[in-house]
Protein backbone atom coordinates (compact mmCIF):
# COMPACT_ATOMS: atom_id res chain seq x y z
CA UNK A 1 0.00 0.00 0.00
CA UNK A 2 1.15 3.62 -0.24
CA UNK A 3 2.78 5.60 2.04
CA UNK A 4 1.03 7.96 3.94
CA UNK A 5 3.66 11.01 4.35
CA UNK A 6 2.40 14.31 3.93
CA UNK A 7 -0.54 16.26 2.27
CA UNK A 8 0.57 16.26 -1.68
CA UNK A 9 1.01 13.65 -4.57
CA UNK A 10 4.70 13.14 -3.87
CA UNK A 11 2.78 10.80 -0.86
CA UNK A 12 1.21 8.61 -3.53
CA UNK A 13 4.09 6.52 -4.86
CA UNK A 14 2.41 3.62 -5.23
CA UNK A 15 -1.57 4.71 -5.88
CA UNK A 16 -4.57 5.21 -4.18
CA UNK A 17 -7.63 2.75 -2.15
CA UNK A 18 -11.16 2.67 -3.37
CA UNK A 19 -12.82 2.00 -0.35
CA UNK A 20 -16.06 1.65 -2.39
CA UNK A 21 -18.84 0.07 -0.63
CA UNK A 22 -16.75 -1.76 1.84
CA UNK A 23 -19.00 -0.51 4.26
CA UNK A 24 -21.30 -3.05 3.36
CA UNK A 25 -18.74 -6.03 3.47
CA UNK A 26 -21.57 -8.48 3.66
CA UNK A 27 -22.92 -7.13 0.14
CA UNK A 28 -19.20 -7.52 -1.72
CA UNK A 29 -19.35 -11.15 -3.01
CA UNK A 30 -23.21 -10.39 -3.78
CA UNK A 31 -22.09 -7.24 -5.64
CA UNK A 32 -19.52 -9.17 -7.42
CA UNK A 33 -21.87 -11.72 -8.93
CA UNK A 34 -24.50 -8.81 -9.60
CA UNK A 35 -21.85 -6.47 -11.93
CA UNK A 36 -20.57 -9.83 -13.65
CA UNK A 37 -24.31 -10.57 -14.94
CA UNK A 38 -24.74 -6.86 -15.67
CA UNK A 39 -21.54 -6.39 -17.82
CA UNK A 40 -22.14 -9.59 -20.02
CA UNK A 41 -25.31 -8.34 -20.52
CA UNK A 42 -24.16 -4.85 -21.39
CA UNK A 43 -21.06 -6.49 -23.99
CA UNK A 44 -24.00 -8.22 -25.05
CA UNK A 45 -26.51 -6.00 -25.95
CA UNK A 46 -24.49 -3.44 -27.21
CA UNK A 47 -22.47 -5.75 -29.73
CA UNK A 48 -26.07 -6.14 -30.81
CA UNK A 49 -26.23 -2.73 -31.47
CA UNK A 50 -23.45 -2.34 -32.96
CA UNK A 51 -23.42 -5.53 -35.37
CA UNK A 52 -27.41 -5.17 -36.14
CA UNK A 53 -26.32 -1.52 -37.39
CA UNK A 54 -23.26 -2.69 -39.66
CA UNK A 55 -25.04 -6.16 -40.81
CA UNK A 56 -28.38 -4.81 -42.10
CA UNK A 57 -28.89 -2.35 -45.01
CA UNK A 58 -32.01 -2.03 -43.53
CA UNK A 59 -30.27 0.44 -40.87
CA UNK A 60 -27.56 1.83 -42.88
CA UNK A 61 -29.03 5.36 -41.55
CA UNK A 62 -27.13 8.49 -39.78
CA UNK A 63 -29.11 7.27 -37.18
CA UNK A 64 -28.14 4.10 -36.49
CA UNK A 65 -24.43 5.12 -36.95
CA UNK A 66 -24.91 7.19 -34.38
CA UNK A 67 -26.44 4.75 -32.10
CA UNK A 68 -23.58 2.09 -33.00
CA UNK A 69 -21.44 4.95 -31.98
CA UNK A 70 -22.73 5.31 -28.63
CA UNK A 71 -22.99 1.28 -28.01
CA UNK A 72 -19.74 1.53 -28.47
CA UNK A 73 -18.62 4.47 -25.96
CA UNK A 74 -20.90 2.83 -23.63
CA UNK A 75 -18.38 -0.87 -24.05
CA UNK A 76 -15.45 2.05 -23.34
CA UNK A 77 -17.12 3.23 -20.56
CA UNK A 78 -18.19 0.22 -18.98
CA UNK A 79 -15.07 -1.41 -19.18
CA UNK A 80 -12.96 1.41 -18.14
CA UNK A 81 -14.39 1.09 -14.41
CA UNK A 82 -15.72 -3.06 -13.89
CA UNK A 83 -12.70 -4.54 -13.95
CA UNK A 84 -11.17 -2.53 -11.38
CA UNK A 85 -14.63 -2.86 -9.07
CA UNK A 86 -15.00 -6.46 -9.21
CA UNK A 87 -10.71 -6.79 -8.12
CA UNK A 88 -11.94 -4.82 -5.37
CA UNK A 89 -15.29 -6.22 -4.63
CA UNK A 90 -13.70 -9.66 -4.74
CA UNK A 91 -10.92 -9.67 -2.20
CA UNK A 92 -9.44 -7.18 0.36
CA UNK A 93 -7.21 -5.48 -1.33
CA UNK A 94 -8.77 -2.01 -2.60
CA UNK A 95 -6.04 -0.48 -4.11
CA UNK A 96 -5.28 0.95 -7.24
CA UNK A 97 -2.38 2.28 -8.61
CA UNK A 98 -1.36 5.97 -9.28
CA UNK A 99 -0.53 5.34 -13.08
CA UNK A 100 -4.08 3.20 -13.15
CA UNK A 101 -6.28 5.87 -11.24
CA UNK A 102 -4.71 8.53 -13.92
CA UNK A 103 -5.77 6.16 -16.47
CA UNK A 104 -8.76 5.45 -15.57
CA UNK A 105 -9.86 9.16 -14.99
CA UNK A 106 -8.52 10.33 -17.98
CA UNK A 107 -10.25 7.09 -19.96
CA UNK A 108 -13.93 8.83 -18.20
CA UNK A 109 -13.60 11.87 -18.77
CA UNK A 110 -12.13 11.13 -22.56
CA UNK A 111 -15.49 8.88 -22.86
CA UNK A 112 -18.36 10.37 -20.75
CA UNK A 113 -17.37 13.59 -22.98
CA UNK A 114 -17.85 12.30 -25.72
CA UNK A 115 -21.03 10.15 -24.94
CA UNK A 116 -22.18 13.84 -23.81
CA UNK A 117 -21.58 15.55 -27.62
CA UNK A 118 -22.83 12.38 -29.06
CA UNK A 119 -25.73 12.84 -27.44
CA UNK A 120 -26.13 16.11 -29.09
CA UNK A 121 -25.20 15.31 -32.74
CA UNK A 122 -28.08 12.44 -32.24
CA UNK A 123 -30.82 15.36 -31.32
CA UNK A 124 -29.59 17.17 -34.27
CA UNK A 125 -29.71 14.22 -36.49
CA UNK A 126 -33.55 13.90 -35.23
CA UNK A 127 -34.41 17.74 -35.72
CA UNK A 128 -33.06 17.58 -39.42
CA UNK A 129 -35.01 14.29 -39.64
CA UNK A 130 -38.41 15.49 -38.60
CA UNK A 131 -38.31 19.16 -39.03
CA UNK A 132 -36.39 19.33 -42.80
CA UNK A 133 -37.45 15.67 -44.09
CA UNK A 134 -36.79 17.09 -47.82
CA UNK A 135 -33.05 18.04 -47.31
CA UNK A 136 -32.15 15.56 -45.05
CA UNK A 137 -30.07 12.86 -47.41
CA UNK A 138 -28.65 16.51 -48.18
CA UNK A 139 -27.32 17.84 -44.70
CA UNK A 140 -26.54 14.09 -43.00
CA UNK A 141 -24.90 12.41 -45.74
CA UNK A 142 -22.22 10.14 -44.97
CA UNK A 143 -18.83 12.49 -44.95
CA UNK A 144 -20.75 15.11 -42.52
CA UNK A 145 -21.40 12.22 -40.31
CA UNK A 146 -18.23 11.11 -40.18
CA UNK A 147 -17.23 15.08 -39.26
CA UNK A 148 -19.65 14.58 -36.43
CA UNK A 149 -18.34 12.02 -35.04
CA UNK A 150 -14.53 12.91 -35.17
CA UNK A 151 -15.73 16.34 -33.52
CA UNK A 152 -17.22 14.30 -30.77
CA UNK A 153 -14.58 12.51 -30.36
CA UNK A 154 -12.04 15.10 -30.45
CA UNK A 155 -14.31 17.05 -27.58
CA UNK A 156 -13.71 14.32 -25.73
CA UNK A 157 -10.02 14.10 -25.61
CA UNK A 158 -9.28 18.10 -25.51
CA UNK A 159 -11.96 17.32 -21.98
CA UNK A 160 -9.57 14.54 -20.65
CA UNK A 161 -5.86 16.45 -21.91
CA UNK A 162 -6.96 19.59 -19.97
CA UNK A 163 -9.01 18.08 -16.67
CA UNK A 164 -6.74 14.67 -16.04
CA UNK A 165 -3.62 17.13 -14.91
CA UNK A 166 -5.18 19.87 -13.32
CA UNK A 167 -6.92 17.10 -11.35
CA UNK A 168 -3.66 15.18 -10.30
CA UNK A 169 -2.19 18.94 -9.31
CA UNK A 170 -4.17 18.43 -6.16
CA UNK A 171 -2.92 18.48 -3.04
CA UNK A 172 -3.93 15.19 -1.61
CA UNK A 173 -5.10 14.39 2.26
CA UNK A 174 -2.40 11.84 3.85
CA UNK A 175 -4.92 9.64 4.23
CA UNK A 176 -5.34 8.35 0.54
CA UNK A 177 -8.77 6.83 1.27
CA UNK A 178 -10.94 7.48 -2.14
CA UNK A 179 -14.92 7.17 -0.74
CA UNK A 180 -15.75 5.39 -4.70
CA UNK A 181 -15.27 2.75 -6.30
CA UNK A 182 -13.25 4.44 -9.41
CA UNK A 183 -11.12 7.42 -9.60
CA UNK A 184 -13.24 10.12 -10.84
CA UNK A 185 -12.62 14.05 -10.73
CA UNK A 186 -15.55 14.73 -7.71
CA UNK A 187 -14.43 11.84 -5.35
CA UNK A 188 -10.26 13.11 -5.88
CA UNK A 189 -11.99 17.06 -4.90
CA UNK A 190 -12.76 15.45 -1.83
CA UNK A 191 -9.62 13.99 -1.23
CA UNK A 192 -7.93 17.16 -1.15
CA UNK A 193 -6.86 18.64 1.69
CA UNK A 194 -5.56 22.45 0.82
CA UNK A 195 -7.30 25.10 -1.69
CA UNK A 196 -9.51 22.94 -4.40
CA UNK A 197 -11.06 26.17 -5.72
CA UNK A 198 -9.05 26.56 -8.63
CA UNK A 199 -10.10 22.96 -9.88
CA UNK A 200 -13.79 23.48 -8.82
CA UNK A 201 -14.18 26.26 -10.92
CA UNK A 202 -12.20 24.32 -14.00
CA UNK A 203 -15.12 21.62 -13.04
CA UNK A 204 -17.52 24.21 -13.67
CA UNK A 205 -16.61 25.43 -16.33
CA UNK A 206 -16.54 21.47 -18.04
CA UNK A 207 -19.69 21.14 -16.51
CA UNK A 208 -21.47 24.13 -18.49
CA UNK A 209 -19.26 22.90 -21.79
CA UNK A 210 -20.12 19.13 -21.75
CA UNK A 211 -23.63 18.85 -19.38
CA UNK A 212 -26.06 22.18 -19.15
CA UNK A 213 -24.85 23.51 -22.76
CA UNK A 214 -25.40 20.04 -24.75
CA UNK A 215 -28.83 19.82 -22.41
CA UNK A 216 -29.98 23.26 -23.90
CA UNK A 217 -28.80 22.76 -27.57
CA UNK A 218 -31.01 19.30 -27.20
CA UNK A 219 -33.97 20.68 -25.49
CA UNK A 220 -33.89 23.34 -28.00
CA UNK A 221 -34.03 20.85 -31.02
CA UNK A 222 -36.88 19.00 -29.25
CA UNK A 223 -38.99 22.00 -29.02
CA UNK A 224 -38.48 22.65 -32.93
CA UNK A 225 -39.31 18.85 -32.85
CA UNK A 226 -42.47 19.32 -30.76
CA UNK A 227 -43.87 22.22 -32.86
CA UNK A 228 -43.10 20.30 -36.60
CA UNK A 229 -45.02 16.68 -34.96
CA UNK A 230 -48.17 19.21 -34.32
CA UNK A 231 -48.20 19.58 -37.70
CA UNK A 232 -47.52 16.12 -38.57
CA UNK A 233 -51.33 14.77 -40.55
CA UNK A 234 -50.21 10.83 -40.65
CA UNK A 235 -50.81 9.74 -37.33
CA UNK A 236 -48.56 6.47 -38.13
CA UNK A 237 -45.71 8.90 -38.97
CA UNK A 238 -46.35 10.92 -35.43
CA UNK A 239 -46.37 8.15 -33.48
CA UNK A 240 -43.06 6.86 -35.31
CA UNK A 241 -41.38 10.11 -34.25
CA UNK A 242 -42.38 9.99 -31.15
CA UNK A 243 -41.17 6.57 -30.06
CA UNK A 244 -37.73 7.34 -31.71
CA UNK A 245 -37.79 10.71 -30.00
CA UNK A 246 -39.04 9.74 -26.46
CA UNK A 247 -36.35 6.78 -26.47
CA UNK A 248 -33.34 9.37 -27.20
CA UNK A 249 -34.97 11.88 -24.87
CA UNK A 250 -35.08 9.02 -21.70
CA UNK A 251 -31.31 8.15 -22.44
CA UNK A 252 -30.22 12.25 -22.39
CA UNK A 253 -32.17 12.16 -18.93
CA UNK A 254 -30.39 9.53 -17.40
CA UNK A 255 -26.96 10.95 -18.49
CA UNK A 256 -27.05 14.04 -18.11
CA UNK A 257 -29.01 13.71 -14.70
CA UNK A 258 -26.81 11.35 -12.86
CA UNK A 259 -23.89 13.04 -14.44
CA UNK A 260 -25.13 16.47 -13.05
CA UNK A 261 -25.89 14.97 -9.26
CA UNK A 262 -22.08 14.15 -8.95
CA UNK A 263 -20.16 16.48 -10.45
CA UNK A 264 -22.13 19.89 -10.46
CA UNK A 265 -21.13 20.52 -6.63
CA UNK A 266 -18.72 17.48 -5.59
CA UNK A 267 -18.37 18.84 -2.06
CA UNK A 268 -22.44 19.02 -1.05
CA UNK A 269 -23.85 16.49 1.05
CA UNK A 270 -25.98 14.74 -1.43
CA UNK A 271 -22.40 14.19 -3.50
CA UNK A 272 -20.64 12.94 -0.81
CA UNK A 273 -23.31 10.71 0.96
CA UNK A 274 -24.76 9.09 -2.24
CA UNK A 275 -22.30 9.68 -5.01
CA UNK A 276 -20.44 6.56 -5.70
CA UNK A 277 -24.36 4.97 -5.66
CA UNK A 278 -25.21 7.44 -8.93
CA UNK A 279 -21.98 6.57 -10.25
CA UNK A 280 -22.80 3.00 -10.23
CA UNK A 281 -25.71 3.53 -12.21
CA UNK A 282 -24.71 5.96 -14.61
CA UNK A 283 -21.02 3.68 -15.44
CA UNK A 284 -23.27 0.31 -15.09
CA UNK A 285 -26.70 0.43 -14.88
CA UNK A 286 -27.06 3.17 -17.62
CA UNK A 287 -25.06 1.26 -20.32
CA UNK A 288 -27.69 -1.49 -19.82
CA UNK A 289 -30.19 0.48 -20.49
CA UNK A 290 -29.59 2.66 -23.36
CA UNK A 291 -29.53 -0.53 -25.85
CA UNK A 292 -33.06 -1.82 -24.13
CA UNK A 293 -34.63 1.66 -24.48
CA UNK A 294 -33.78 1.89 -28.09
CA UNK A 295 -34.12 -1.83 -29.40
CA UNK A 296 -37.74 -1.96 -27.21
CA UNK A 297 -38.81 1.48 -28.43
CA UNK A 298 -37.28 0.90 -31.90
CA UNK A 299 -39.93 -1.25 -34.57
CA UNK A 300 -37.34 -1.48 -36.93
CA UNK A 301 -34.62 -2.41 -34.78
CA UNK A 302 -36.80 -5.29 -32.81
CA UNK A 303 -37.91 -6.56 -36.80
CA UNK A 304 -34.15 -6.75 -37.99
CA UNK A 305 -33.21 -8.53 -34.93
CA UNK A 306 -36.28 -10.64 -35.39
CA UNK A 307 -35.75 -11.11 -38.66
CA UNK A 308 -31.79 -11.73 -37.65
CA UNK A 309 -33.12 -14.91 -35.16
CA UNK A 310 -35.50 -16.63 -37.39
CA UNK A 311 -32.41 -17.02 -39.96
CA UNK A 312 -30.07 -17.62 -37.55
CA UNK A 313 -32.76 -20.37 -35.86
CA UNK A 314 -33.11 -21.92 -39.82
CA UNK A 315 -29.83 -22.16 -40.87
CA UNK A 316 -28.88 -24.36 -37.42
CA UNK A 317 -32.23 -26.53 -38.43
CA UNK A 318 -30.90 -26.77 -42.03
CA UNK A 319 -27.21 -27.91 -40.46
CA UNK A 320 -28.87 -30.60 -38.24
Not at 123 to 128: F, K, L, P, Q
Not at 187 to 192: F, G, N, P, T, V
Amino acid sequence: MPKATGSTNKSFPVGFVLLGYSEFPQLEMVLFWIVIFLYIMIILSNVTIILLSYMNPQLYTPMYFFLSNLSFLDLCFTTTVVPQMLFNLRGPDKSITYTGCIIQLGMLLFVGATQGVMLVVMAYDRYVAICQPLRYTIIMHPQFCWKLVLMSWLSGLIESVTQTPITFQLPFCAHHCLDDFLCQVPSLIRLACGDTSATEWQMTISAVLFTIFPMGLILTSYGYIAQTLGKIQSEEGRQKAIATCSSHLTVVFMFYGTVAMVYTDPKNQFASKYGKFVSFFFTVITPLLNPLIYTLRNKEVKSVLQRQLRKGISIRKKRN
